[in-house]
């Protein structure tokens, strides 16, 4: 599945921290293989430096020449139908396990256009399906039109960034587009509902303020962060944070988007779906019969009570 992220008014750094956050949260939590490109020329912020820049530095070894990234790709998918090889070549994983957490560096060419065209980009896109179960997509706020059509129309899932209190003209009634408040505060008289009103839209999905998570991201420790803090229990700090990330996960790894009643519990469903019977004439009880009647604890307990009832 294809996922585009770009903030509705162009700061590519509001896109690589939601999409560092919403990847890295999809692998951990949901054990998927994640894929994170970003269309961005090399003087803005890169996931894998939000991530885990700070490990890099520390434990790696500098090299004269490195065949990676999106330029490495590029190249090969001139000449190759990609394959899992040609990936494992090029990306930088970020976890232990197999191809769960890959991000793909951007271009170390300025005009990063050049290497983006219609049968390079749907050669990556085709072999990265064959790889990984979520590819996010990261469109720059100064793409042209030209990329931005070629990405949303490769897209299953496009997820627009917005800010409270903040006007923006980008198109989101396309059936593809959940808007997602970054740095959302509860406390702030633009809340949900006054988007949902302003938009049009009965769902909006959030990305809490977080202290803590903001700091990781500016000390490139995010990926650290992510793993030492996923307790998601109500007296937690970050459990705003977490069970947001988790709701809006939900919406592509389920592939259903939910609307503000929420879903029915699972132990209801079967109920809904079948009908009530009249009772039959032979199950009426004459007047001061006696019925034992089973009572059952709770719905799915097995702890069952005999008792007489005298109709």
């Given amino acids: 599945m294809i996922i585009t992220i770009r903030d509705a008014n162009g700061n590519v750094n509001n896109s690589v921290c939601a999409a560092a956050l919403i990847a890295g949260m999809t692998a951990i939590t949901k054990s998927k293989k994640n894929l994170i490109l970003q269309f961005t020329p090399p003087t803005e912020k890169n996931v894998l430096t939000v991530m885990a820049g700070k490990s890099i530095r520390e434990n790696s070894l500098l090299y004269s020449f490195q065949d990676d990234g999106l330029d490495s790709l590029a190249l090969k998918a ?161 459990y705003n944070l977490y069970s947001s990330l988790l709701s809006l996960i939900e919406l592509f790894v389920t592939d259903k988007k939910q609307d503000d009643e929420g879903e029915l519990e699972e132990e209801f469903r079967d109920n809904e779906k079948t009908p009530l019977l009249e009772p039959e004439e032979s199950s009426i009880l004459p007047e001061n019969a006696v019925q034992e009647v089973i009572v059952k604890k709770g719905l799915f307990r097995r702890k069952e009570k005999n008792i007489m009832i005298n109709f």
Avoid at 205 to 218: E, F, G, L, R
């Fill in 78 to 238: 001139d000449n190759n139908d990609l394959s899992k090889e040609h990936f494992d070549e090029c990306v930088s994983p970020i976890l232990e396990k197999e191809n769960m957490l890959d991000v793909l560096k951007p271009t170390k060419v300025e005009q990063y256009k050049t290497i983006t065209s219609n049968e390079v980009f749907e050669s990556i896109i085709t072999g990265s399906k064959g790889v990984y179960e979520y590819i996010y997509i990261i469109i720059p706020g100064n793409a042209d039109q030209e990329l931005s059509d070629l990405v949303t129309k490769q897209s299953d899932e496009d997820l627009l960034l917005i800010r409270q209190g903040e006007d923006f003209s980008e198109p989101y009634n396309n059936g593809k587009t959940s808007l997602v408040v970054d740095d959302y505060e509860e406390s702030s008289k633009y809340d949900l509902h006054y988007i949902k009103k302003k938009c049009g839209v009965k769902k909006v999905y959030t990305i809490p303020h977080n202290v803590a998570a903001m700091d990781a991201m500016k000390s490139e420790t995010l990926l650290d962060y992510l793993l030492t803090n996923r307790k998601n229990m109500k007296t937690d700090a970050n």
